[in-house]
Every structure is written in structure tokens, then in C-alpha cells.
């Protein structure tokens, strides 16, 4: 599927770069190749040029899937194309920045179990929910581990999933202000006036001897 997506991606620019290049100009891709010699030399490296640095509109996709050797997971951003087999997630779209930071933060691997898993990738997508244009609304669904099985994730399930969330982010959110008024203490302290015995000691009063004040002090 991913070496058919870079097939159709390829074909798809090509046209598309016909269309917006050399169309204007009466020329396709085969009358711009045999032409070539009648056109100024000048032109046809620019021609070549944009041609070859033609983009499209961006395209953001995830391949998932299992054959006999396992579970496969590539990610396909225009026409470069990477391989998650090993990072064992991924995210696209506006917020992928935030699901990635989760994943990477809670160490995940595609050891992990499916459940710890399942609760990580919600919380993932929950956060990436910050960025402007993620909706609220979530649908998932499991692959494998048997050849062709595909699971949707129950709207009950998704609602319980969405409870379990909620009661951890209150308790990180009590855990982060005692960790707020404890730091704000320690820093009180640092900067607060040293106690008396801490100071230097007064100066002796005048008409003393200077050796006597010195050794009462």
C-alpha cells in the first residue's frame, strides 16, 4: 500500500505540474521532452526547474497494518515517506506535535501492553486537542494480531476511557499546585532576611576598650 501511494503520488504531481507549468505555455510532459532542442536553453533549465520543484497540496498519511512478519506502522508527509516500526507510534495533522510529546514522555514502545497502550493513545489525542482545529469528537480502533482483523472501539469503551482521563488530569493538576506552593516556599525561604544569630554581631559601644569589646563579642 505505501509503495502504491508513492506510485499515484508521483503520477498525481506529474499531471498536476502539466496542468499549472506547461499547459499555459501549449506544451505537455512528451511535447516539452522532444522539443527541447527548438527552445532556448535558458527556458528549458527554468521549465526543468520548476517541474522538478513542483509541490502539490500537503498530504499527511498513516499506513497501519500486519502481514506474517508483524504489525507495520509508516507515515507518509507528501512524498517522503518513513518507516515507525521501531518508534512503534505516530501522529499527523495540526496536533501531532502534542500526541508525540505524550507518547514520547510516557516512554512508550510497541512492547507496551494493549491496555496501558489503548488509555496512552487517548490521552495522547486528548492533548493534541489544544491545537487550533482538533475536534473533541475521537474514534479509534485495533489491528491484529491475527492476519486482516480490525476492531472498532466501542463508544462505552471510548466514554470509560474518557472518565479514567479526567480523574488522572485532576490528579495532576493537585499534584502540579503542591509542587507549585512547594517550590514557591523553598524560594521564600532563599531570598527571605537571614534570622538575628545569622547577622554580624553590633558594633561595641563607644568609650570601650576595642581588645576587651572583641572578646566579649
Known amino acids: 500500500m505505501v509503495e502504491l501511494y508513492r506510485v499515484y503520488y508521483n503520477n498525481i504531481r506529474l499531471t498536476m505540474a502539466d496542468q499549472h507549468i506547461l499547459a499555459p505555455l501549449g506544451l505537455n510532459s512528451n511535447s516539452f521532452i522532444n522539443r527541447q532542442k527548438e527552445m532556448d536553453s535558458g527556458f528549458v533549465r527554468q521549465i526543468a526547474t520548476e517541474l522538478l520543484h513542483y509541490e502539490i497540496p500537503g498530504i499527511e498519511v498513516i499506513f497501519a497494518g500486519n502481514d506474517i512478519s508483524g504489525i507495520h506502522l509508516y507515515v507518509a508527509n507528501n512524498d517522503k515517506i518513513t518507516c515507525r516500526d521501531n518508534v512503534g507510534f505516530a501522529a499527523i495533522g495540526v496536533g501531532y506535535w502534542h500526541a508525540n510529546s505524550q507518547m514520547m514522555f510516557a516512554g512508550h514502545t510497541r512492547r507496551k501492553s494493549f491496555p496501558e497502550t489503548l488509555l496512552l493513545v487517548y490521552s495522547a489525542k486528548k492533548r493534541a486537542e ?43 493538576q493537585r499534584a502540579a499546585r503542591r509542587a507549585k506552593e512547594s517550590v514557591e516556599e523553598y524560594v521564600q525561604a532563599l531570598t527571605a532576611t537571614k534570622p538575628a544569630e545569622e547577622q554580624a554581631p553590633p558594633l561595641p559601644d563607644s568609650g570601650g576598650d576595642a581588645s576587651t569589646d572583641k572578646k566579649e563579642l
Open 130 to 172: 489544544v491545537a487550533p482545529g482538533v475536534g473533541q469528537a475521537t474514534d479509534m480502533f485495533a489491528i491484529g494480531p491475527t492476519l486482516g482483523s480490525y476492531v472498532e472501539i466501542g463508544d462505552h469503551v471510548i466514554a470509560n476511557l474518557e472518565r479514567i482521563y479526567q480523574i488522572e488530569q485532576k490528579r495532576e
